[in-house]
């Protein structure tokens, strides 16, 4: 991004960065595109779903979908080398979402997939601005609402688009994925420093 300035009549230029590493720029675009592909199955998910309307076949690309989340949310949530009770800690969360997974209808099982990858995706790019120097209070609980507020915008279009309907339900679902998305991996850490403190 370039400003400029006026200072008398010439002009000032200042390159300012967005972004504050390549790996911080990656992620957000990995999450604009994951945005894009939500917001798109607004118009494109129920040709989509009539396409695959046999059951085994869609099961398939759910237990596909959950395979990769749940793989997703574990390396989220153990990024560096665990230790015993890191590995348990993480088990038990991978169990706690696979839970819940399996209970939920189709529709949900979609929200859960889609919003827990977003928020790993935004959770790493913001906590990767604060590795890199940026002071942000909370960046986990700023991840949070970020891919929250995604999920809000997401059904506010459904009240516009014919054969939609805005779901509060959905929202819910939403926000009960970005949280076992994020909560793990801040969970882990805790644990981390607690096992740290008891050694030294």
């Known amino acids: 991004m370039i400003l400029f300035w006026k200072y008398s009549d010439t002009y ?21 595109l994951v945005t894009a592909v939500i917001y798109a199955t607004l118009f494109i998910g129920n040709p989509l779903a009539r396409l695959v309307e046999d059951q085994n076949i869609a099961a398939i690309f759910f237990l596909l979908g959950m395979a990769v989340v749940a793989a997703a949310i574990l390396f989220h949530a153990l990024e560096t080398r665990p230790g015993k009770i890191e590995l348990a800690v993480g088990a038990g969360f ?15 099982r979609s929200h859960v997939i889609e919003y827990s ?25 700023v991840a949070w609402v970020t891919s929250l507020m995604i999920g809000v915008v997401d059904e506010c279009f459904q009240i516009l688009i014919p054969d939609r309907v805005f779901d509060p339900t959905d929202i819910a679902f939403n926000a009960i994925a970005i949280t076992l998305a994020i909560v793990p991996r801040k969970f882990i850490q805790w644990v981390r420093k607690r096992i740290r403190k008891s050694v030294t």
């Open 12 to 32: 000032l230029i200042k390159k300012v960065k967005i972004f504050t590493s390549v790996r911080e720029r990656t992620l957000w675009r990995w999450a604009t």
């Open 94 to 108: 991978l169990a706690v979402f696979i839970m819940f997974f399996l209970r939920l209808g189709l529709a949900e």
């Open 117 to 141: 990858i977003l928020a790993i995706l935004i959770d790493k790019a913001i906590n990767e601005r604060v590795n890199q120097g940026k002071n942000i209070s909370w960046p986990s609980m």
